[in-house]
């Protein structure tokens, strides 16, 4: 592997909760770049399963392994965070063209208001179609998401939903 490109670089989200399509978006931003921030935005309005904190301990879990990847989180406008924190550029991954449409809009919009770059990485087509929102129907009604989420993730779900 070359030399890695300078960072640290964020990858936001609501994680709720991180599945294994997050997870293989960490893992290549970590090669690529010199510093992973995991960031979960703290964002009240959005009626979430897991809290701020169980998701954060759950992603802190599941990327133990890369030792150049950090778990935070934040509220507020990204580009704040950013700045504070003296990251240059956004890493996210992209599933599908339905992703495209709001994802270019915001990365624009973090390019305009902040000086923000925003990297694109495309999605392992093994999880292209996977979401937490799927992810989170499935254990719901008791399905298995062993293939889904990282293995102490599918441990709270199971908590969770009680099966
Ligand atoms: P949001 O709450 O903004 O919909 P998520 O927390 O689910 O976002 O995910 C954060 C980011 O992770 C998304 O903006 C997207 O870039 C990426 N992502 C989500 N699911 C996948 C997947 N299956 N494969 C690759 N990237 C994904």
Redesign the pocket.
Known sequence: MSAKLGGPVI??????P?????L??FARASEQFESVVIA??QNPA?SNLFSVEERMEMLKVATAEWKNIEVTSFQGLLVDFCKSRKINAI?????AVS?FDY?LQ?AQLNHQIGGVETF?????PT???????MTKEVARYGGSVDQLVPTNVAKALKLKFGN
């Open positions: 990858c936001p989200g609501s994680f709720d991180v599945t294994l399509g997050h293989d978006i979960v935005l959005k890493v996210k991954g992209l599933r992703d994802e915001m694109f990485m495309s999605s392992n999880y292209s179609f996977l979401s937490s929102s």
